[in-house]
C-alpha cells in the first residue's frame, strides 16, 4: 500500500506535529516505540487497528511467489467475505503512517530542543570554566608580584642589618621574645621562652 506523498514534495508547509495527535504520545524509552499507544494518541481506534493488523497478517500468510494480482484478489475476496470495508482499510493504513510520521517529527522537535538547552548549558559551563581560569591566573600574576616585591623589600631590610653585622643580629633575634631563630626551634617550643 502506497503512502500518500509527504507535504514537502509538493511545495506546501508539513504540518505541525501536534495536528497528529489528540492527545500527547507516548515517551519512546531507550528508543522503543509504543505503537498502539502512538496510535490512541492520534485518536485511530483499536478496531480500526486491528483490521489493518489482520490485513497485514493475511498478506504476510500468503505464499511467498504468489502473483501479486492474485494476492489483491484473494485478501479483497477475504475482507468483502467478513464485511470489511477496505476503504475504512486504507484510510486506516494511511493514518498510521501519519501518526507514525508525526511521532518522528514529535521526537525530532524534542530532541533539537534537548540538544539546543544542552549546548547552551555546555556554553555556559565552558564560560564559567574560562572565567575561573582567569582568576586562577589572576591570582598566580598576583602572588608572582607578591614575591617579586616581597624579595626587593627583603634585600633592601637585609642590608641594613649586614650594616650592623652577623652576630648583633644573631643576638637580637635569640633574645627577641617576638622573633624566630631561623636554626633553633619555634618560639613557645618547650623550653623556649614564648
Do not use: W
Not at 524509552?29 to 493488523?53: L, S
Not at 525530532?108 to 556554553?123: D, P, V, Y
Not at 589572576?138 to 614575591?147: G, L, T
Request: hydrophobic content about 40%; overall charge negative.
Amino acid at each position: 500500500m502506497a503512502a500518500a506523498p509527504a507535504a514537502e514534495s509538493t511545495g506546501t508547509p508539513a504540518p505541525e506535529p501536534s495536528t497528529f495527535f489528540v492527545s500527547p504520545p507516548p515517551a519512546a524509552a531507550r528508543g522503543q516505540v509504543a505503537f498502539d499507544k502512538v496510535f490512541e494518541a492520534a485518536g485511530i481506534a483499536p478496531e480500526e487497528r486491528d483490521r489493518v493488523a489482520k490485513t497485514r497478517d493475511l498478506l504476510a500468510s500468503l505464499p511467498a511467489g504468489t502473483d501479486a494480482t492474485i494476492k489483491k484478489q484473494i485478501v479483497e475476496a477475504s475482507l468483502k467475505a467478513f464485511g470489511v470495508p477496505i476503504d475504512r482499510i486504507i484510510e486506516t493504513g494511511a493514518a498510521e503512517i501519519q501518526a507514525l510520521e508525526g511521532y518522528i517529527r514529535v521526537g525530532e522537535s524534542e530532541t533539537q530542543s534537548l540538544l539546543q538547552e544542552s549546548e547552551s548549558r555546555i556554553r555556559q559551563f565552558e564560560e564559567e570554566v574560562a572565567r575561573i581560569r582567569t582568576v586562577m591566573s589572576a591570582r598566580v600574576q598576583e602572588q608572582q608580584a607578591v614575591v617579586r616585591a616581597c624579595n626587593e623589600q627583603k634585600l633592601s631590610v637585609q642590608q641594613v642589618l649586614e650594616f650592623f653585622g652577623q652576630e648583633a643580629v644573631a643576638r637580637v633575634v635569640r633574645e627577641s621574645p617576638r622573633l624566630h631563630d631561623p636554626q633553633g626551634p619555634p618560639a613557645g617550643a618547650p623550653g623556649q621562652p614564648a
